[in-house]
């Protein structure tokens, strides 16, 4: 069975500062990675996927995410954040259809 | 374009009440699913649909029934809630069951059990 990890539960950063999300999995085939945002008492919105494409993945709101196969990494970056970027970050990975979550990452950013 | 909409917001039920949740969504999808959402645990998959009267169980299945009479709406049903069933429950549909196939999400029904 596939699995992921965030390494985190809370990040907190200053604004203007890069923002940086861990994310590890474990696949035994090519996986599909996703991360999606939930902001406070909302569902959950996708930023970005990976399906294999291209290993860089640009989403909505300037955040990116790395596709690293040699370190089973999907971690998302943002160059500079914004006070409006404080939400739990979800990584995902899909298995049979089925998306395997991780287990969340919140973010803070102090003005 | 409503998407997914899910029906009641807040609920609050007593030890071995029952109650269903609703799922609509309008995007024509053929697959929907049922999550919860418990603190530090991430999202956890209960059950979800292939089609239109179709149901399978997902990772944490036991205490929950569901439905898909109509392609549009998937139920889940809670028989005798207990209090391990105080959570915020999701409903995701997507177009396609593929690996990479994108699953869209409601805004929640936060439960508290008592």
């Known amino acids: 069975a596939q699995s992921v990890t965030q390494l985190g539960s809370h990040v907190s950063v200053s604004e203007g500062a890069l923002v940086l999300l861990r994310c590890n999995y474990s696949?035994?085939?090519?996986?599909?990675l996703f991360w999606y945002v939930q902001y406070p008492n909302q569902g959950l919105q996708l930023l970005l996927k990976?399906?294999?494409?291209?290993?860089l993945v640009k989403g909505i709101n300037g955040f990116e995410a790395e596709f690293k196969k040699s370190e089973t990494s999907f971690h998302l970056t943002k160059p500079s954040a914004h006070m409006s970027d404080a939400a739990e970050y979800f990584c995902?990975?899909?298995?049979?259809?089925?998306?395997?979550f991780g287990k969340g990452t919140k973010l803070s950013v102090k003005p | 374009n409503a998407g997914v909409t899910q029906t009641p917001k807040f609920r609050v039920l007593k030890t071995g009440q029952s109650m269903t949740l609703l799922c609509a969504q309008d995007?024509?999808?053929?697959?929907m699913y049922w999550y919860r959402q418990d603190p530090g645990m991430g999202l956890r998959l209960i059950h979800y649909?292939?089609?239109?009267?179709t149901t399978a169980k997902g990772e944490v299945p036991d205490g929950y029934n569901v439905s898909r009479l109509k392609k549009q709406n998937f139920l889940l049903g809670l028989e005798s809630a207990a209090p391990s069933q105080t959570s915020v429950y999701f409903c995701?549909?997507?177009?396609?069951w593929g690996e990479g196939d994108t699953q869209y999400f409601g805004p929640g029904t936060r439960l508290t059990v008592l």
């Open positions: 995701a549909s997507s177009s396609a």
């Open positions: 990976y399906t294999s494409a291209a290993t």
């Open positions: 995902a990975v899909s298995e049979r259809g089925n998306l395997i």
């Open positions: 649909s292939v089609g239109e009267g």
């Open positions: 995007m024509n999808h053929e697959y």
């Open positions: 696949s035994s085939v090519p996986p599909y």
